[in-house]
């Protein structure tokens, strides 16, 4: 199982970021795909959950409105759609493979993740 993120950069606050997460190695819609942030001295924190099976899509409520998840299934690729930017927002960007569960944003659902990619906004 690989998955690997890209997208990620500074942005001004107000702006927009697309992050893409390319997934390998396993039925792509057999599972559900997260996105995860971590800032500097803070916990990973849950941002949305995909799940596989019927494609619900689960929001944190500090995004909930401004991001928005997509998929390619041909390509295997999940889509984070960033908009309305915040400082707060800065962090690294993580995908992780697994399930989305009845508590989506708990990382011990998810046995695969990608490497991150950072994403910061300025002010």
């Known amino acids: 199982v690989q998955l690997v993120e890209s997208g990620g950069g500074l942005v001004q606050a107000g702006g927009s970021l697309r992050l893409s997460c390319v997934a390998s190695g396993f039925t792509f819609d057999a599972y559900a795909i997260g996105w995860f942030r971590q800032a500097p001295g803070k916990e990973r924190e849950g941002v949305s959950c995909r799940a596989g099976s019927d494609g619900n899509t689960y929001y944190g409520d500090s995004v909930k409105g401004r991001f928005t998840v997509s998929v390619d299934n041909a390509k295997s690729t999940v889509y984070l759609q960033l908009s309305s930017l915040r400082p707060e927002d800065t962090a690294v960007y993580y995908c992780?493979?697994?399930?989305?569960?009845?508590?989506?944003?708990?990382?011990?659902?998810?046995?695969?993740w990608g490497p991150g990619t950072q994403v910061t906004v300025s002010s």
């Open positions: 992780a493979a697994g399930a989305c569960g009845r508590r989506w944003w708990d990382v011990t659902n998810f046995g695969s």
